[in-house]
C-alpha cells in the first residue's frame, strides 16, 4: 500500500514528475498530490493548517514565518533560471539600462517575499527602487505573474521554472538573473518540525527519492522522460525543454542533488531579506547555526562548507 503526501506547490515540479514517471515514487511507496499555491501567503497557511504535509517553497517564506516551526528538510534548486523580465515591447540598454522600466509596475506574489526581494536587488542595480521609480503590485504565484507580464498588465517581474521561457516565447525580455547576486536557493523542502516528527518515514522516502531524481538529471540520465515531463507540465515547445533541461542540470541555476542548504546561499538569502527592511534579530536567530531551521536527518553525504 502507498503512503500519500500532500505537497504544496507553486509551478508543476518537472522534477516531481520525472520522480513518478520513472517509477521513483512507487518504490518508495509514495503517491504524492501535488497541490497548487496562489500565492505564498495561501501556501503557509495551508501548511501550518495541517492541510499540507509539506511545501516546495523559497526558503525565504520560512524566513518570513520564523514563529511557524516550519524545518527546511533539503535543498531542491538553485532558482530555475530565475530573472528579472519585461513585458513585450521594452528591452533595457543603453546609457539608461533602466529607463524603459521607470515609472511602471512591478508585479511579485506578496511585496515582502523572497523573490520581490530579488527583483528589488535587480531593478536597484539598474537605479530604480520601489516607490520612487516603480510601483509594486500583489499578483501572486510566478504562472500568474508571467500570465499578467505578458498581457501587458505590468510591466515587469521575476520568473523562473519555465514561466520564464514561456515569457520570453510572448515576447518578454529578459533583464538579469538572479544567479548574478550571488549562490542562491529558490526552492527547497519543507515540513512543519511537528510532521517531520510525525510522518518522518514518509517524508524520509520523498527525499531520498527526489535527491535520486536529481542526481540522476545531473549525472546526464534521465534526459528523455525529463523531456517529456517538461513538455507536458510546462507546455513547452521543443526549443525551450531543450533549454529547461539545460537549466535543470546548471550548476549555478538548477537543481542541488545533495539536497544540502550552504552557507552562502543561506547568506545570501538573508542578505536579500535585510537589504530590504525585512532582517532583524529574529533572522539571524532562525539563520543561526543550531537554530533548527535545517533539518538534515534525511541526507547523506558531507555537508557543504
Same mark, same amino acid.
Given at each position: ?6 505537497l504544496g506547490v507553486f509551478s508543476p515540479s518537472v522534477l516531481l ?8 515514487? /512507487? ?20 501548511? %501550518? ?20 516551526? %516550519? &524545518? ?6 538553485? !532558482? =530555475? !533560471? ?9 528591452? +533595457? ?39 520612487? /521609480? ?22 515587469m517581474s521575476v520568473l523562473n521554472a519555465g514561466s520564464d521561457l ?7 525580455? &529578459? ?5 548574478? =547576486? !550571488? ?12 510532521? %517531520? ?22 549525472? !546526464? ?7 517529456? %515531463?517538461?513538455?507536458? &507540465? ?40 535585510? +537589504? ?9 536567530? =532562525?539563520?543561526?547555526?543550531? +537554530? ?14
Amino acid at each position: 500500500m502507498r503512503v500519500t503526501l500532500r505537497l504544496g506547490v507553486f509551478s508543476p515540479s518537472v522534477l516531481l514528475g520525472v520522480a513518478a514517471t520513472t517509477g521513483a515514487l /512507487d518504490r518508495a511507496g509514495l503517491a504524492v498530490e501535488e497541490v497548487p499555491a496562489t500565492s505564498s501567503p495561501q501556501q503557509f497557511a495551508a501548511l %501550518v493548517a495541517g492541510d499540507l504535509d509539506a511545501v516546495l517553497t523559497s526558503p525565504d517564506n520560512i524566513f518570513a514565518h520564523p514563529h511557524a516551526g %516550519v &524545518r527546511i528538510i533539503a535543498a531542491v534548486d538553485r !532558482g =530555475l !533560471g530565475l530573472s528579472l523580465f519585461a513585458r513585450p515591447g521594452i528591452r +533595457s540598454g543603453g546609457a539608461d539600462p533602466g529607463a524603459g522600466l521607470r515609472g511602471g509596475v512591478l508585479a511579485v506574489d506578496v511585496p515582502r517575499s523572497g523573490f520581490a526581494f530579488v527583483a528589488y536587488a535587480l531593478l536597484a542595480r539598474l537605479g530604480l527602487h520601489a516607490g520612487l /521609480d516603480y510601483d509594486v503590485r500583489a499578483i501572486g504565484s510566478t504562472p500568474r505573474r508571467a500570465a499578467a507580464l505578458a498581457a501587458g498588465e505590468c510591466t515587469m517581474s521575476v520568473l523562473n521554472a519555465g514561466s520564464d521561457l514561456r515569457a520570453e516565447v510572448a515576447g518578454c525580455a &529578459r533583464i538579469s538573473r538572479a544567479s548574478t =547576486l !550571488g549562490p542562491y536557493v529558490g526552492s527547497v523542502l519543507a515540513a512543519l518540525g511537528s510532521t %517531520v516528527e510525525r510522518r518522518a518515514p514518509a517524508l524520509r522516502a520523498l527525499t531520498s527519492a527526489l535527491l535520486a531524481t536529481a542526481a540522476a538529471l545531473v549525472a !546526464g540520465r534521465l534526459a528523455r522522460p525529463a523531456a517529456e %515531463v517538461a513538455a507536458e &507540465r510546462l507546455g513547452l515547445d521543443a526549443d525551450g525543454v531543450s533549454r529547461y533541461l539545460r537549466t535543470l542540470v546548471d550548476p549555478r541555476e538548477g537543481l542541488v542533488p545533495t539536497g544540502r542548504l550552504d552557507a552562502r546561499s543561506l547568506e545570501t538569502l538573508c542578505w536579500l531579506r535585510s +537589504s530590504h527592511g525585512a532582517g532583524g534579530p529574529e533572522l539571524d536567530a =532562525l539563520a543561526a547555526p543550531g +537554530s533548527g531551521l535545517v533539518d538534515e536527518r534525511f541526507l547523506s553525504g558531507p555537508s557543504p562548507a
